[in-house]
């Protein structure tokens, strides 16, 4: 387990050192992510992930990396709204970065996330200002651009927010609270 632990943490310092443009950058990413993947009680893998697929296209758009840091947060305050498994959150984390990197959100990414977190779709929709059974019209015209999702998920930040306040901790959440912990002290070991 500890090797596993060790593992990971030396793969989450090798997708951020793709996405960083320097140590300090680095150092940054590692420290926020880990302290919204503990706040927002999902796994810090799984955050890293989501800030990763985020990182390329956003810094193309001229997003900060404090603008990425914030849309990966309210991501994954939407997923827990959500109340979904882990396979349900990654499902929608994996789609949702798949349709930065090509640009538009359409068909099976759209569909993943409808299907598997309501709150991320919710979040989208009224960032949009949208009702939310309107984002398969506008994802199948191919109106849902990765600006247009970025933009979308900085509004609806503070929306999320109040929502994700209201959620209560589960067994597992703290139980996913304690392993990034553990896995954060081994990578630092």
Known sequence: QFIKMADTMTGVESKLKLVTKNTLDLTIAQQELFQISQKTRQGYAETVNTYSNFALAMGEMGKSQKDILRVTETVNKAIAISGGTAQMAAAATMQLGQAFASGTLRGDELNSILENSKGLAQAIADGMGVPIGKLRTLGSEGKI????????????????????????????????????????MIGKV
């Open 145 to 184: 651009t990765a600006e247009i999702l970025a933009t979308a998920l900085e509004k609806s930040a503070k929306s999320v927010d109040e929502k994700f306040g209201k959620v209560g901790v589960t067994v597992d959440a703290s139980m996913t609270v304690l392993a990034n912990s553990i896995t954060n």
